[in-house]
């Protein structure tokens, strides 16, 4: 069939609107009809050529919600109708990985998705008899696209596309950070470094879980009033306060943060996130995504006296067991989405989406076909 999509066909290059060729689904695989998509710093990221392991050319976008068109041979776990969420974090539910319990990091289909290929090791997209690599193995920024099976989340009929296509991302990187790496308890206080589209998902976290303290720093003062609206108790600008930053925050929190986290991909801001933490049981998370080569430093003693330093994708959480209950916490009001869908524009505008996160004018573009 054909679709429309947005391609990338090259690093640092805007991306062009084509009609470009998909394939039907093979066995284990199933085609979706995308109705809406979120554009988050990582299409940026990998966009902007920074990616190592960007592959070109390529069609982006991993924060989509759509409706399964066909299934292939063999699928059980949804059919023609169901409304789902595209997850780049799969759940195959029969790893060794998804297995443990201990993550939801599951590798059934992690080198194949690493090289932009389906599990057969072959693509299903094309533009004039050239292969187009899949991204993240969800590619939502086409009107139609395929995906395993284990790669989908069947969520509520009832839910807003423009809306959960949200939860695809930044909202359960967020929320799941708090609740099923941290495991904040009622009453923690917690430090929120970087109130953008993942930071305020981890103060609506913190907040949904009972957090007393919500303390959120951004050099940005404009995002300190919707931090406040999704449950910012205090609010530092680094830029507007004398000393340091790590004494300011210990000193605010009597004694250091119970948890904090990074969401900005600043190595600096990761070490301050670590150091503010409470001695011997402060836990900092990392959630940034630093840039190619970098790393992180402490002084060891920080740990030896009881800080501990951990990282999360996707929030820790399980795509098709967790994300539809997430998407029902939205329907019942437990969490917010609206506010910070500020932009909303159809697929020939996605270079507009681009640019306004690049000017810190967005929170979340969401493009609707
Ligand atoms: P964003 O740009 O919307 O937000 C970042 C915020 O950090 C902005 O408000 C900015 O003003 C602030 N900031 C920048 N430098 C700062 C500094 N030195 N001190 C304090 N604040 C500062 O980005 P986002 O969409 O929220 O993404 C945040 C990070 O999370 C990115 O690195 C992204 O790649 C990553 N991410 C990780 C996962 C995961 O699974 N781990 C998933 C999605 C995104
Ligand atoms: O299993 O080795 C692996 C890779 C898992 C990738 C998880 C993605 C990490 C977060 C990147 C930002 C997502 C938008
Ligand atoms: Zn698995």
Redesign the pocket.
């Known amino acids: 069939m054909k679709t429309r999509a947005a391609v990338a066909m090259e690093a640092g290059k805007p991306l062009v609107i084509e009609e470009v060729d998909l394939d039907g689904p093979k066995a284990g695989e199933v085609l979706v009809e995308i109705k809406a998509t979120g554009v988050?710093?990582?299409d940026a990221?990998t966009l902007s050529g920074a990616d190592p392991e960007g592959l070109f050319p390529t069609i982006l976008g991993h924060e989509g919600a759509g409706v399964v068109l066909e299934v292939g041979a063999g699928v059980t776990s949804v059919q023609p109708g169901d409304h789902v969420i595209p997850l780049y974090t799969p759940e195959c539910r029969q790893c060794e990985y998804c297995l443990s319990g201990k993550t939801n990091l599951c590798q059934a289909i992690r080198a194949t998705q690493g090289k932009g290929l389906m599990p057969d090791g072959t693509s299903r997209f094309s533009l004039n008899g050239r292969m187009l690599h899949h991204y993240m193995g969800c590619s939502t920024f086409a009107n139609h696209t395929v995906l395993p099976e284990i790669s989908l989340a069947k969520i509520d009929p009832d839910a807003p596309f423009d809306k959960v296509c949200y939860v695809g991302?930044?909202v359960t990187?967020?929320v799941g950070?708090v609740l099923y790496t941290a495991h904040v308890e009622p009453g923690a206080n917690v430090v929120v470094?970087?109130?953008?589209?993942?930071?305020?998902n981890v103060i609506q976290g913190a907040r949904m879980v009972g957090a007393d303290m919500i303390v959120g720093?951004?050099?940005?003062p404009a995002?300190r009033e919707m931090a406040a609206r999704f449950g910012m108790t205090h609010f530092v600008n680094?830029n507007e306060i004398d000393g340091d930053l790590v004494a300011h925050l210990v000193e605010l929190t009597g004694g250091g943060a119970d948890y904090s986290f990074e969401?900005?991909?600043?190595v600096?801001?990761m070490r301050a996130a670590l150091e503010c933490c409470h001695k011997g049981w402060g836990v900092s998370t990392?959630?940034?995504?630093?840039g190619a080569g970098q790393e992180i430093s402490t002084r060891p003693f920080q740990l030896v006296t009881g800080r501990k330093w951990q990282?999360?994708?996707?929030?820790g959480a399980r795509g098709r067991t967790d994300v539809p209950k997430i998407v029902d916490w939205y329907m019942k009001g437990r969490i917010e989405i609206d506010p910070l869908i500020t932009h909303v524009m159809p697929l020939e505008r996605i270079n507009d989406a681009f640019d306004l996160?690049h000017e810190?004018k967005s929170?979340r573009s969401v493009i609707t076909f």
């Open positions: 988050c710093h990582t990221f991302c930044g990187t967020g950070a470094f970087g109130l953008g589209g993942i930071g305020l720093v951004d050099i940005n995002r680094p969401c900005i991909g600043n600096n801001v990392i959630i940034g995504v630093a990282g999360t994708a996707f929030g996160m810190g929170i």
